[in-house]
C-alpha cells in the first residue's frame, strides 16, 4: 500500500510542471480583457481606443490558443516532475513520443477508413492536435504518455552499451524503448479510447446528477487529501477533461473547467460564464474561509500568547488571501488539531456547493490578486463577482464561529494556547522566517542549504529533491533520521512523512530554499 501511495505521491507531483504554468496563461488572457473587453471600455473612456482594443484582443486571443494543445503541456511537463536526472532529455522524449503517438492514432484511423469529414468531427468525437485528426482524448493523451516517458526515463536512462552500441545508451536507449510504446499506445487508443471516453461520459453524468452534493463532495476531497500531496490528482481531471464540463466556445470544443473559462474570458459573444466554473471555485475557502479560521485562533489565543499568535497567523493569512497558497496557514492547526482541518475540508466544499445554490458563475480559483484580474474586465453581468464576495463573506463568518466554538469547546491547542513546555517552540516557529533570512545573509545560501541538508539526515540519506509550490519533496533512505526541530528553524512549516516521501512545507519561498539545498547536494 505504501508504494502505492508514494507511486500516487510522485505522479501528483509530477502534475505541478505543466499545471502552473496554466495560470499565468490565465493571466495573460485576464490582462488582455483588461484591454480588449468593451464592458470595462464603458467605465474607462481611454480604452475605447481602437489600437488599445485591438492590443487587448491580440494578447487574449494568443493566449488562449494554448487550451487547444494541453495535451502537448502534460506530455512535455510531467516528464520533468517525474525525471530524476537529465530532466531536459526527459522533456524532449515526451514530446518526441506524444508526436508519433497522434500520428500512430491517426493512422489508425485513416487504415480502417473512420476519418470523418471536418464538419462532422465534433460530434463523432475527432478533433484535429498539432494538425493531426485524431480521437478527442484531451489531456488524457499527454498525462499518457508524460507518464511513460517518466518511468522509462527514470528506469532506463543510466542503461551503457559497450562498443559500437554505446551511442544508443542512456536517453537514447529511452528513446528507443519509448517510440514504439507511443505507436502501440496509439494503435491501441484508437481501438479503444470510445469505450474510455463512453466511461468517462458515464462518471461525469453520475457527477452532474448528485448536484450541489458532487460540489460538496469534490470540495471537500481536494482538501481533505492536501496533507499526502494527492489532491492534484481530484482536481486535474475536473479542471482540464470533460469531467469539468464541456463547451461549444468559438467552433472549438473545450473540455474542462479552467479550460472553459478561460475561453469564455476571451470570447466576447459570451454574455455569461457557464456555471462549470465553480469546479474551480476553491479560492472560497482560501480567500474567505480561512481568513475567519484564522481570526478565530486569534481570538482564542491566550492574552499573554497573542503576540506569538499574530506573528503565525497574520503573515500565513495574507498569503492565503491575497495569492492562494494555504499551506501555510493550515499547517498551523493541521497537526495540533487536526478536526478542524476536517471542518476545514467540509466547509470548502459547502462554500463551493452554495456558489452553485446561490448561482454564483465568477472566477475564483486562487487569491484575491487573480479573482480581480480575472472577473473585473469581465463585468458583473459576465462574471457576477459581487455575489462571490457576498458567499465568501458568509463562509468566512461560518468558519469563524465553527472553530472558535471547537476550539474553546475541545481546547485545541492551537498558535498561542500551546501547553507552556512547548511554547519555546512556537516562538521558534513564529521567527523561523527571521533566522532562515539572517543564516542566508549572513554568510550565503550555503549555509542555510548545509544546515538543511545536515536537518535531513545528510547527503547520503537524500535520494532525490525535488519541489512544487510551496514543499521540499524529497525521497530519504531513512525517513526517521530527520530533525525536525532544525528543519523548523529554518524556515519549516511543516513536516509530511509517508514511506521514504517527505515533504517539507516552507512556502512561496521553497524554490530559493530548493536552489540553495541543491547547491550543497552539488546537483543530486
Known amino acids: ?91 524532449l522524449t515526451g514530446l518526441v513520443t506524444f508526436v508519433i503517438f497522434i500520428n500512430a492514432m491517426h493512422q489508425i484511423l485513416n487504415l480502417t477508413g473512420r476519418l470523418v469529414a471536418p464538419e462532422q468531427m465534433q460530434l463523432s468525437g475527432q478533433a484535429m492536435v498539432l494538425n493531426v485528426q485524431v480521437l478527442e482524448m484531451g489531456v488524457f493523451s499527454g498525462i499518457l504518455l508524460g507518464a511513460l ?64 452534493v458532487g460540489l460538496l463532495i469534490y470540495g471537500f476531497l481536494e482538501r481533505i487529501l492536501i496533507p499526502t500531496g494527492l489532491h492534484h490528482l481530484v482536481y486535474t481531471p475536473f479542471l482540464y477533461t470533460e469531467l469539468g464540463g464541456v463547451a461549444n466556445i468559438g467552433n472549438e470544443i473545450i473540455y474542462g473547467a479552467r479550460n472553459i473559462y478561460f ?86 466544499g459547502v462554500g463551493m456547493m452554495l456558489l452553485s445554490i446561490f448561482n454564483v458563475h465568477a472566477i475564483g ?53 500551546e501547553d507552556d513546555t512547548v511554547a519555546t517552540d512556537t516562538n521558534q516557529l513564529a521567527n523561523s522566517e527571521a533566522a532562515a533570512s539572517s543564516v542566508a545573509a549572513n554568510n550565503s545560501p550555503s549555509a542555510l542549504g548545509a544546515t538543511i541538508v545536515d536537518a535531513l539526515g545528510g547527503k547520503a540519506n537524500i535520494e532525490n529533491v525535488d519541489n512544487c509550490y510551496t514543499r521540499l519533496r524529497l525521497i530519504l533512505k531513512d525517513p526517521n533520521a530527520v530533525d525536525e526541530q532544525t528543519l523548523k528553524q529554518t524556515g519549516s512549516k511543516g513536516i509530511i512523512k509517508s514511506g521514504n516521501n517527505v515533504q517539507v512545507v516552507y512556502g512561496l519561498n521553497v524554490k530559493s530554499v530548493r536552489d540553495q539545498v541543491d547547491q550543497q547536494l552539488g546537483g543530486i
Open 1 to 91: 500500500m505504501k508504494k502505492v501511495v508514494n507511486g500516487l505521491q510522485l505522479f501528483g507531483k509530477s502534475l505541478f510542471a505543466p499545471i502552473l504554468i496554466l495560470p499565468i496563461i490565465g493571466l495573460f488572457i485576464a490582462f488582455g480583457n483588461v484591454f480588449g473587453n468593451g464592458n470595462l471600455a464603458q467605465y474607462i473612456p481611454f480604452l475605447e481606443n481602437p489600437l488599445i482594443q485591438n492590443t487587448g484582443k491580440f494578447i487574449s486571443s494568443s493566449a488562449v490558443s494554448i487550451l487547444q494543445n494541453l495535451a502537448l503541456i502534460f506530455a512535455v511537463g510531467i516528464p520533468i516532475g517525474l525525471a530524476k536526472k537529465d530532466k531536459g532529455y526527459a522533456a
Open 149 to 212: 516517458v517518466g518511468i522509462l526515463h527514470n528506469k532506463y536512462c543510466d542503461t551503457e552499451f559497450k562498443g559500437v552500441m554505446a551511442i544508443y545508451s542512456g536517453h537514447r536507449f529511452v528513446a528507443i524503448l519509448a517510440i514504439p510504446s507511443a505507436m502501440i499506445l496509439g494503435a491501441l487508443a484508437a481501438e479503444f479510447w470510445p469505450f474510455v471516453q463512453d466511461g468517462i461520459t458515464t462518471v461525469a453524468s453520475g457527477i452532474k446528477n448528485l448536484g450541489v
Open 365 to 417: 480559483a486562487n487569491g484575491f490578486i487573480d479573482f480581480l484580474l480575472y472577473n473585473l474586465p469581465l463585468g458583473t453581468t459576465k462574471s457576477n463577482w459581487p455575489m462571490f464576495i457576498l458567499v465568501g463573506l458568509l463562509m468566512a463568518t461560518i468558519y469563524f464561529l465553527l472553530f472558535r466554538f471547537l476550539i474553546l469547546k475541545l481546547n485545541l491547542k492551537t498558535p498561542g494556547r
Open 263 to 348: 475561453a469564455e474570458m476571451a470570447d466576447s459573444s459570451i454574455k455569461v460564464l457557464s456555471s462549470t466554473v465553480n469546479w474551480d471555485a476553491r479560492g472560497l475557502s482560501k480567500m474567505f474561509g480561512l481568513m475567519g479560521a484564522a481570526l478565530a485562533m486569534y481570538v482564542t489565543a491566550d492574552k499573554k500568547k497573542k503576540t506569538i499568535a499574530k506573528a503565525i497567523l497574520l503573515p500565513a493569512a495574507f498569503t492565503s488571501f491575497l495569492l492562494g497558497v494555504t499551506e501555510p496557514l493550515e499547517f498551523a492547526f493541521l497537526f495540533t488539531a487536526p478536526i478542524l482541518f476536517v471542518l476545514h475540508a467540509v466547509l470548502s
